[in-house]
């Protein structure tokens, strides 16, 4: 079974600035999935970033990166120029390659972006 | 904004009463689920289904049953509640034919309390 733990309950920023999201994991797979989701106040939980597991390069998606270190399962989310927007809950989650979207969350970090 | 409904956003009920929470998706993805979410935030799939007619217990034990008749229906339903029930429940679809993306698509989440 994988488990999943993001040891940072709570985290604020200022806005404008830098702020990282830690997540490690447990598997014995080789071939899998990692995400991290949004989860806003009252609103929908999206999708922010998607890193496969057999791919060396860190993923990207604008402000948002990953630093992916396979060895250490280590999987943490690097947020550039904070913006207020960005208040929100941070879920990381892994899927075995192949599981049919069957994803196991972490416990979440709350982010709150201060003017 | 992705197009998948959960009605109602909010219920207060009391212990011993039926309840069924709705979830619609217009998306036409195959496979659909519950995610039971805790005060502390944390998700734990309840159930899942892969398409019609498809019905599968997630990874918590849960006293709801759901059913999948329709490709874009899949209701949630509490037979006697209890004040241990009172939670957030989200549901979610992803696509079915390769499907392997992990991404999930929410609703905006029905909160449940159970006095």
């Known amino acids: 079974a994988q488990t999943v733990t993001q040891s940072q309950p709570e985290m604020s920023v200022q806005e404008a600035e830098t702020v990282t999201l830690s997540c490690t994991y447990d598997t014995s797979e080789n071939n899998y999935y990692l995400f991290w989701y949004k989860q806003p106040p009252s609103r929908q939980m999206i999708l922010v970033i998607r890193?496969?597991?057999?791919?060396?390069q860190n993923a990207t998606e604008n402000r948002f990166s990953v630093n992916f270190q396979k060895a250490a399962k280590s999987f943490s989310l690097k947020i550039s120029d904070s913006q207020l927007g960005d208040t929100a809950m941070y879920f990381c989650?892994?899927?075995?390659?192949?599981?049919?979207?069957?994803?196991?969350f972490g416990g979440g970090t709350r982010l709150m972006v201060k003017p | 904004e992705a197009d998948i409904y959960q009605t109602p956003r909010y219920l207060v009920i009391g212990t011993g009463k039926k309840i069924t929470l709705e979830c619609s998706q217009t998306m036409g993805h195959d496979k659909m689920y519950w995610y039971q979410q805790d005060p502390g935030m944390e998700l734990h799939l309840i159930h899942y289904?892969?398409?019609?007619?498809?019905?599968e217990k997630g990874d918590l034990s849960s006293e709801s049953t759901v059913s999948r008749i329709r490709t874009e229906h899949f209701p949630l339903t509490l037979e006697s509640a209890r004040p241990s029930h009172t939670s957030q429940y989200l549901c979610?679809?992803?696509?079915?034919?390769?499907?392997?993306?992990?991404?999930?698509?929410f609703g905006e989440g029905s909160r449940l309390t159970v006095l």
């Open positions: 890193q496969e597991a057999y791919k060396q």
């Open positions: 979610a679809s992803s696509e079915g034919t390769g499907g392997n993306t992990g991404e999930l698509f």
């Open positions: 989650a892994f899927m075995r390659n192949n599981a049919g979207n069957m994803l196991t």
């Open positions: 289904s892969y398409g019609v007619n498809s019905t």
